[in-house]
T-cell receptor, first 117, second 111 residues
């Protein structure tokens, strides 16, 4: 079946540096991908919608200059956390919509743990 | 259990019993709903979905019920197994294919 892959699965970075997380759709082309953030024991919060070939759409309260999203191809979206701070430490999850049959299926990646020290 | 407060509600169930997880959604215009299972440290895993023109859908050991009148969704797991221990989220799909997730319910299966 369709798979969405995230890389890296875990990353530790120093405060002030930037870190990039990749989200790839392996079996289908995804014009739309989504980035979520999840704190421990909490639900997933949508950060932004990544649109292939155009600017990402950010949810209210999410800083677009802090969380840079690039959807350069139909199978890859990247999230770059810029000038990272310890409070950015979180579990980041992407999802991708398979536009195939019905167009309703949304697959999630395995998530990326970010720790900022 | 529905999501209230700041922590995940927990449903403890004996192995072999049936589990029922409840979810209240907010948008009466939502037309597609999904249940996800999330194990510790992993991404959400699709379990079952239902469109708003249905009130029940069955899968393997799982059944989703939709009550649009009260905006309520439930997931029933038959013969709960240890591997069913996880956090379960309901999600509703809105405009732009965005998913809005419920607060989640932790299921603990006791042997």
């Amino acid at each position: 079946g369709a798979v969405v892959s995230q890389h890296p699965s875990r990353v530790i970075c120093k405060s002030g540096t930037s870190v990039k997380i990749e989200c790839r759709s392996l079996d289908f082309q995804a014009t739309t991908m989504f980035w979520y953030r999840q704190f421990p024991k909490k639900s997933l919060m949508l950060m932004a919608t990544s649109n292939e070939g155009s600017k990402a759409t950010y949810e209210q309260g999410v800083e677009k200059d802090k969380f840079l999203i690039n959807h350069a191809s139909l199978t890859l979206s990247t999230l770059t956390v810029t000038s990272a701070h310890p409070e950015d430490s979180s579990f980041y999850i992407c999802s991708a919509r398979d536009p195939g049959i019905g167009g309703n299926t949304i697959y999630f990646g395995e998530g990326s743990w970010l720790t900022v020290v | 259990g529905e999501s209230v407060g700041l922590h995940l509600p927990t449903l403890s169930v004996q192995e072999g019993d049936n589990s029922i997880i409840n979810c209240a959604y907010s948008n009466s215009a939502s037309d597609y709903f999904i249940w996800y299972k999330q194990e510790s440290g992993k991404g959400p895993q699709f379990i079952i979905d239902i469109r708003s023109n249905m009130d029940k859908r069955q899968g393997q050991r799982v059944t989703v019920l939709l009550n649009k009148t009260v905006k309520h969704l439930s997931l029933q797991i038959a013969a709960t197994q240890p591997g069913d221990s996880a956090v379960y989220f309901c999600a509703e799909k809105g405009a732009g294919n965005k998913l809005t997730f419920g607060g989640g319910t932790r299921v603990l299966v006791k042997p």
